[in-house]
């Protein structure tokens, strides 16, 4: 049986036991249901070679490989990644268009007893979905912006808050980024495509009639956009301003960015172009901080010379009302679960 689907949640609300991406390992990179798992029935070179006889050579003769591939793959899957499964369990199948991969695919794991079924038009139709939530339908969550400085450690206090039951979306977590000049993380970003698969179920999950807490972000993480309706909503949304000295931001900074501190040689790379909005003598100091391994005095540097002067630019064109100020006295465990509490509650009123 083909099974539609007409909204993205309920696509997400089915009940199989689990999903499986017959797609080659290159699309499953690139992009998949959330929680799917790969068991290709074509490799990449195996793809590529039947399309290639496809349009070279004869269409027959490309369904006649494609089958037999098909068919020893999926053989290899049922007799080794699948093998634990006893009769009752429940696959839910897809490829590209819900077509002659994930079709053969299933009709296999039909003939055994499995109850296994297909996604109607495929990974295409997921997509159309995706889209459509996040680009045409209009946002129904009502989010709440934490905004701040550069280091008031506003994603560790969403993971804090996380923990305490509050609602969050955490975008730079889903984008792999911390969302600054020097935010890249191990592991590299997701694809766009993947970035918004993330994104549309983490909203999915949420309850629509309780605000979200979401850190206030520019319309791009990393290389990553945002969708324009939720970029609009987070623009829009009241927001809670934290606020820490700058000392105790220079801290957290040596600490949170460790890594990227260390890497000097990235860190000459990233901060030598901004001469052009910082000036020589500014940047030059930066490196001269840089060989002296003094990650104190370049965090405070940064703060003050680069970072707070592109927040302060960038706050006066926003229109959203800050509903509470919240001050972090300091920003270790300790202050962070205090000022995490005193955000709690006001979200709380709302």
Same mark, same amino acid.
């Given at each position: 049986?083909?099974?539609?689907?007409?909204?993205?949640? $309920?696509?997400?609300?089915?009940?199989?036991?689990?999903?499986?991406?017959?797609?080659?390992?290159?699309?499953?990179?690139?992009?998949?249901?959330?929680?799917?798992?790969?068991?290709?029935?074509? $490799?990449?070179?195996?793809?590529?070679?039947?399309?290639?006889?496809?349009?070279?050579?004869?269409?027959?003769?490309?369904?006649?490989?494609?089958?037999?591939?098909?068919?020893?793959?999926?053989?290899?899957?049922?007799?080794?990644?699948?093998?634990?499964?006893?009769?009752?369990?429940?696959?839910?199948?897809?490829?590209?268009?819900?077509?002659?991969?994930?079709?053969?695919? *299933?009709?296999?794991?039909?003939? %055994?007893?499995?109850?296994?079924?297909?996604?109607?038009?495929?990974?295409? *139709?997921?997509?159309?979905?995706?889209?459509?939530?996040? /680009?045409?339908?209009?946002?129904?969550?009502?989010?709440?912006?934490?905004?701040?400085?550069?280091?008031?450690?506003?994603?560790?206090?969403?993971?804090?808050?996380?923990?305490?039951?509050?609602?969050?979306?955490?975008?730079?977590?889903?984008?792999?980024?911390?969302?600054?000049?020097?935010?890249?993380?191990?592991?590299?970003?997701?694809s766009q495509k993947?970035?918004?698969?993330?994104?549309?179920?983490?909203?999915?999950?949420?309850? *629509?009639?309780?605000?979200?807490?979401?850190?206030?972000?520019?319309?791009?993480?990393?290389?990553?956009?945002?969708?324009?309706?939720?970029?609009?909503?987070?623009?829009?949304?009241?927001?809670?301003?934290?606020?820490?000295?700058?000392?105790?931001?220079?801290?957290?900074?040596?600490?949170? /960015?460790?890594?990227?501190?260390?890497?000097?040689?990235?860190?000459?790379d990233r901060l030598?172009?901004?001469?052009?909005?910082?000036?020589?003598?500014?940047?030059?100091?930066?490196?001269?901080? %840089?060989?002296?391994?003094?990650?104190?005095?370049?965090?405070?540097?940064?703060?003050?010379?680069?970072?707070?002067?592109?927040?302060?630019?960038?706050?006066?064109?926003?229109?959203?009302?800050?509903?509470?100020?919240?001050?972090?006295?300091t920003l270790d465990?300790?202050?962070?679960?205090? *000022?995490?509490?005193? %955000?709690?509650?006001?979200?709380?009123?709302?």
């Amino acid at each position: 049986m083909v099974l539609k689907f007409d909204s993205l949640p $309920d696509l997400y609300a089915h009940e199989f036991d689990t999903v499986i991406d017959v797609r080659s390992p290159a699309e499953f990179g690139e992009d998949h249901l959330p929680g799917a798992i790969s068991l290709p029935v074509l $490799d990449n070179e195996e793809r590529a070679r039947v399309g290639t006889i496809y349009v070279q050579e004869s269409p027959f003769l490309a369904r006649k490989l494609g089958a037999a591939l098909v068919f020893r793959n999926a053989a290899n899957h049922i007799e080794n990644s699948l093998s634990h499964h006893e009769g009752g369990w429940r696959p839910l199948v897809y490829c590209w268009r819900g077509g002659q991969r994930s079709g053969s695919f *299933t009709w296999m794991l039909q003939q %055994i007893g499995w109850r296994a079924e297909v996604v109607e038009g495929g990974y295409r *139709t997921y997509r159309r979905l995706v889209n459509r939530y996040l /680009y045409d339908d209009p946002l129904s969550h009502r989010l709440v912006a934490l905004d701040g400085y550069t280091g008031t450690a506003k994603t560790e206090l969403l993971a804090h808050l996380a923990v305490r039951g509050v609602q969050v979306l955490d975008l730079e977590g889903l984008a792999n980024h911390r969302g600054s000049l020097l935010g890249e993380l191990p592991g590299g970003q997701p694809s766009q495509k993947a970035f918004e698969s993330a994104l549309a179920a983490a909203l999915c999950r949420l309850d *629509t009639s309780r605000p979200v807490l979401v850190e206030a972000e520019s319309s791009k993480i990393g290389s990553l956009i945002l969708p324009p309706t939720l970029w609009t909503a987070l623009r829009q949304a009241p927001r809670i301003q934290i606020t820490a000295s700058i000392q105790a931001r220079s801290d957290y900074l040596v600490s949170a /960015y460790n890594d990227v501190l260390s890497d000097y040689e990235r860190l000459r790379d990233r901060l030598s172009p901004l001469r052009f909005h910082r000036g020589h003598d500014v940047v030059d100091g930066w490196l001269d901080l %840089i060989d002296a391994g003094d990650k104190r005095g370049l965090t405070h540097a940064l703060i003050e010379q680069h970072y707070d002067p592109a927040y302060s630019k960038s706050s006066r064109v926003r229109t959203a009302d800050v509903i509470a100020n919240v001050h972090a006295p300091t920003l270790d465990e300790a202050g962070l679960t205090q *000022t995490a509490a005193q %955000i709690e509650a006001i979200v709380g009123q709302l």
